[in-house]
């Protein structure tokens, strides 16, 4: 772990930077426009032009990356993406806020593509398993500080969008001054969901329907505390430590889902999120709020990486980056169904919306794994789960996924021992 950190101290400070940024952002917005009138339809619609810029920023980026080199994309994005920080300071409208969030939606993953493929240039194979697990501290830890920071005092109101700039052109400095040259990049191939559908259609179906479940209580979260009476600071500090929760919950529940079948993890994961979404709409004490989401986010969050992984074990090593890309699109249009419908939600069904809506989409995906579970065996080989933050990367399983494909070519490169014997003895 120290190794990895000093070889790559530079890329994952940017990282970290970023994802800090983007934390911030997502929840000021949230607590910002809610305080300054705009209704919940107008912060739903707001925040899902980030997952809808995402959706076309995963597939135009790398095209980008192979036509004028990572330096040039990744410089003309942070540009953009700082910008988009900075213009909310300029405006008060829910139109130019939900341009500047499309903006950013294109522009981040684009960053985290070639953020993740400078690391993956520079990783050794022995120290890749440390750099994952650094990439994802930073993945969970950047969002929650940055969601933590908006309770920092902000008297004129303009800091915090200034400190998001600050932080994300800042981030930019100690990659673009890294000594390690810029990779090789070629995109990989696409795999349509048709294709993937047909591979696995429980990770289809369940990455869409729990994504949209997920990402509406990390947007809502916040807003449905100020309605029930908590201030700026005690709204993001909920969103925090649902967040630090799910995170430390993440790595046990993948050990267990590399030990069994893993739709009786997503089973199990999905009945748990419905049980404690019930709970929530009948005890809707302010008090509750806090511990009742954290067990939410706990038994939620998990669940994208164990469909990821159930999808890689039905897939050869060269498909695993292909279908990495077409998960991350799948993932972006669950996200953008429920950013559109969390924050409306809140003030339906007698302020239960929210939690009914959790409670529905767990159980589609809990009937979903029972069905696949009745009508098909589980592979006789399994990979591992590798646990994933709450604002995702664009191509998720990229690093482990050239792992396992730089081995399959190391293999295939060494003579195999009984034909190597044959030969040598044939020579005699």
């Known amino acids: 772990m120290r190794r990895a950190l000093v070889e790559n101290w530079a890329l994952f400070m940017g990282m970290t930077m970023l994802m800090v940024a983007n934390g911030l952002l997502v929840t000021l917005l949230t607590i910002r426009g809610a305080g300054i009138g705009f209704s919940d339809f ?9 997952p809808l810029g995402a959706l076309a920023g995963t597939i135009i980026t790398p095209r980008l990356i192979e036509k004028v080199g990572h330096i040039r994309v ?41 953020t993740e493929s400078w690391l993956n240039a520079k990783a050794e194979n022995r120290l890749r398993a440390q750099i994952l697990s650094v990439y994802f501290i930073i993945q969970t830890a950047g969002p929650a500080l940055g969601t933590a920071m908006v309770a920092l005092p902000d008297p004129t109101g303009n800091m915090l969008f200034g400190l998001a700039s600050i932080l994300l052109s800042v981030g930019f400095v100690p990659l673009l001054l890294s000594n390690n040259r810029a990779p090789e990049y070629t995109a990989p191939e696409r795999m349509p969901v048709a294709r993937l559908y047909r591979v696995s259609p429980m990770a289809v179906l369940g990455i869409v329907i729990m994504g949209a479940g997920v990402v509406s209580w990390f947007i809502a979260l916040p807003l449905y505390a100020l309605r029930s009476g908590f201030s700026d600071a005690q709204a993001s500090g909920a969103l925090v430590v649902a967040m630090i929760v799910a995170a430390f919950v993440q790595y046990p529940v993948g050990w267990i889902a590399d030990h069994v079948d893993r739709r009786f993890v997503v089973m199990g994961l999905a009945l748990v999120t419905a049980a404690a979404a019930l709970w929530m709409a009948v005890d809707t004490a302010p008090s509750r709020i806090v511990l009742g989401f954290s067990v939410i986010a706990a038994v939620s969050l998990p669940v ?8 890689n074990d039905h897939l050869s090593p060269g498909q695993i980056v292909a279908a990495s890309g077409t998960m ?48 098909s065996e589980p592979p006789e080989e399994t990979g591992s789960v590798q646990a994933m933050g709450v604002l995702g990367v664009p191509q998720p399983g990229l690093l482990q996924a050239e792992a ?18 044959s030969a040598e003895k044939f020579a005699r």
Not at 42 to 50: D, E, K, L, V
Not at 344 to 362: E, P
Not at 404 to 421: G, Y
């Open 304 to 311: 994208y990486s164990v469909l990821a992984a159930h999808a």
């Open 404 to 421: 396992v494909s730089e081995e399959m070519e190391e293999r295939a490169e060494a003579p195999d021992p009984p034909a190597q014997e």
């Open 328 to 375: 991350a699109f799948l993932l972006q249009l669950g996200q953008f169904g429920g950013m559109l419908v969390g924050p409306n939600l809140i003030s339906m069904i007698d302020g239960r919306g929210l939690q009914l809506f959790i409670l529905a989409t767990s159980l589609v995906v809990a009937a979903i794994a029972v069905v696949r579970r009745v009508s």
């Open 42 to 50: 107008s912060i739903a619609m707001m925040q899902a032009c980030y």
């Open 74 to 114: 990744f410089s003309a994005l942070a540009s953009m993406v700082s910008v988009a920080a900075i213009a909310h300071l300029l405006t008060s409208d829910p139109v130019s806020w939900s341009v500047m969030r499309l903006l950013a939606g294109f522009c981040f993953p684009g960053l985290y593509v070639i």
